[in-house]
DNA sequence: TGTACCCGATACATTGGTGTATCGAGAGTG
DNA sequence: CACTCTCGATACACCAATGTATCGGGTACA
């Protein structure tokens, strides 16, 4: 059964509602009373779609990725060969689309952290994650290929940029005003891909 | 002032009370009444210590990287020279010695990202970051040389181990019975040093 | 051993959140 | 246009936590 009209406008004004207030007060100390306030709802409407704040975030978290992943594809899509042609091109443009985003960054951080202490939640925490390496992997691929590198492990390479992508976000986070803290990470994704690809491709 | 014996004592057994809350509940959802329960004490124990559950954290927080890092200088100390002739003997060493630790990765996490959405907080963890990469440093560049490595960018490195180990920690927990989420991480250490420095030392 | 004062206990007034059971407006449907 | 049933609003009963003001036992120190 597709959802009614009324309810699809009720989930929209729900998922940002609570982005917004899981961003403001952390996931853990959000309460659904919060959520339904800034969706202009009162709690009824909350229990009506979702038993628990978790399942709201699973549910926020499949389509934020889901977009982000097309909006990675189509970004690189439309890049123009001729202007990316090494490495730290295609590192810079893959940036420039994922950017470093304070307020999603607080809110996945303290969900998965959430999820680590919960062992129904681990699991779908770690199905997403994969899927979205499993996603991120061949689009990769085929982006290095163009640029002239060859990837042995694409899966290792994949994971591996998505814990640089994590752990160097933290640190520019921290140190907003520092533009070094953003050199450094373009860097360190540099680093990674030479180390994790060997020259070799159609360039 | 000293604290006195009995106040030590109270800060004892409120710190390791909290850490295991934190651990527990979430540092988010985690309440003062609940610390103080777990510790034996009344609320009015904790607050005629601390302000907040913050200022409980940081003190923690304290206590325990520099307990870390003192670990960390012990276990390359102790190491037989002999056995660590590569720049993997190194990163093998130091991950034995970090390890990757559930509650305390969720307990850090959760509270930066804390950290991150209150303007004071931010730059004390920004601080304490920077310290631990400056103790961190020194033992890096010496133990490198040991494995006939030299490191151009010594900050940067500290920095990027940061990241990495940060990123990978996160994977392994969220996949804890693999072993290959943990070769991973240990390809991704070694990768990295390997990226960070070049051949020249006293090897 | 006496005494000053530290620090943890107690009590109080408040606040804000929880989940469920029930109702009825109005959207969806033929 | 009328019928149906979804879905958000309302109301209920309940609990957990907050921070402060005050008290007094026991520690520390001469």
Redesign the interface.
Known sequence: MPPTRRRAETLRRLHEAALAVF??E????ASVEQVCERAGFTRGAFYSNFASLDELFLAMWAERSRALLEDLRAALAAADTADVRTARDLVELVDAAVGVD?AW???T??F???A??TPGL?EV??QR?DAIAGTLTPVLVSFLRRVGRAVADPR?LA??L???????T??C???PDDPAARR??L??FE??V???TTPGGDA
Chains 1, 2 share one sequence.
């Open positions: 961003a403001a952390g996931f853990g100390r304070d960054y607080r809110v951080a303290e998965t952290a959430h680590l202490r681990r925490v770690a994650e290792a994971l591996a998505v814990a640089v992508h994590d752990g160097t933290v640190q986070l921290v140190e450094r990470r860097d360190l680093a990674v030479l180390a994790y």
